[in-house]
């Protein structure tokens, strides 16, 4: 069956989320008292998880693939993401510091900055313009590229 790169991550997490849940089942439901009935089949869902798991490694692996166009972007992305999260860190504080020197003399030190809050407003702004249009971008590739893949899951 095909599906577009969009569906195809929105089943990776769904397989994903399928796996975490089996697993916690199989954790709470292995060992029970003998007179307490288990809710699940534990070898059945250790059966399942192998089986999402496998197709989880296909469908990841068809997505690294079909995704070799889009890495650039992708990468693009990421270091503007981290850059964004570097501005919002940056110090702008330009207030002044007294600083005692002896019993009855202050100097005053002021601070200074190379880029102030309105400057590097406007560079988060346009590194946040830049991820948007890369975003835009990479969901059209996500619904223009198709990939074949058959989920375990019923939808």
Avoid at 75 to 80: A, H, I, Q, S, T
């Amino acid at each position: 069956m095909k599906i577009t790169l969009a569906q195809a991550l929105k089943e990776k997490n769904r397989l994903a989320g399928e796996i975490a849940r089996a697993w916690a089942l199989l954790q709470t439901e292995n060992s029970k008292r003998e007179d307490i009935r288990r809710v699940v089949d534990v070898a059945e869902t250790y059966n399942k998880i192998k089986l999402y798991t496998e197709k989880l490694v296909e469908l990841k692996a068809k997505i690294g693939v079909a995704n070799a166009g889009n890495l650039e972007r992708i990468y693009r992305m990421d270091e503007y993401k981290s850059a964004l999260a570097k501005l919002e860190s940056i110090n702008t504080d330009e207030t002044s510091v007294f600083q005692r020197l002896t019993e009855s003399t202050y100097k005053e030190f002021k601070r200074t900055v190379v880029f102030n809050a309105s400057q590097i407003l406007e560079m988060r702004e346009q590194l946040q313009k830049e991820c948007n249009r890369l975003q835009d971008e990479m969901d059209a590739f996500n619904v223009a590229t198709k990939i074949d893949f058959e989920s375990p899951l019923s939808h």
